[in-house]
């Protein structure tokens, strides 16, 4: 049963934004916090924001912050990573993700995935 849902990854150049979207069932998104993973090829799928259940807190990984940011919009039950700046190590898989409490870092704390979505930032 698919529960989450990226999209809006794609190709850019270096410098470039991309806004990333997690539509997710209601029954997750009014209930659980939310996440965002990337995965590069060859390496571990690693933390990059998470948003409370409210919207209220935030908290963005240090490889991002100050570029990244995560934003809910409640009536359409969807998370989004706004990526500024984007560098050619932005690049990756990246996940949404659904856990029972805020704020967890670790992949293995969240009970529902997205398929990911394609991310490349050329150079």
């Known amino acids: 049963q698919v529960q989450l849902v990226e999209s809006g990854g794609g190709l850019v150049q270096a410098g470039g934004s991309l806004r990333l979207c997690c539509a997710a069932?209601?029954?997750?998104?009014?209930?659980?916090?939310m996440g965002w993973f990337r995965q590069a090829p060859g390496r571990e799928r690693k933390f990059v924001a998470a948003?409370?259940?409210?919207?209220?807190?935030?908290y963005v990984a240090d490889s991002v912050r100050g570029r990244f940011s995560i934003s809910t919009d409640n009536a359409k039950n969807t998370v989004y990573l706004q990526m500024n700046s984007l560098k050619p190590e932005d690049t990756a898989v990246y996940y949404c993700?659904?856990?029972?409490?805020?704020?967890?870092?670790?992949?293995?704390?969240?009970?529902?995935w997205g398929q990911g979505t394609q991310v490349t930032v050329s150079s």
């Open positions: 993700a659904a856990a029972e409490v805020y704020l967890k870092i670790t992949k293995d704390d969240y009970s529902y």
């Open positions: 069932s209601e029954h997750i998104f009014s209930v659980y916090a």
């Open positions: 948003i409370s259940r409210s919207g209220t807190r935030r």
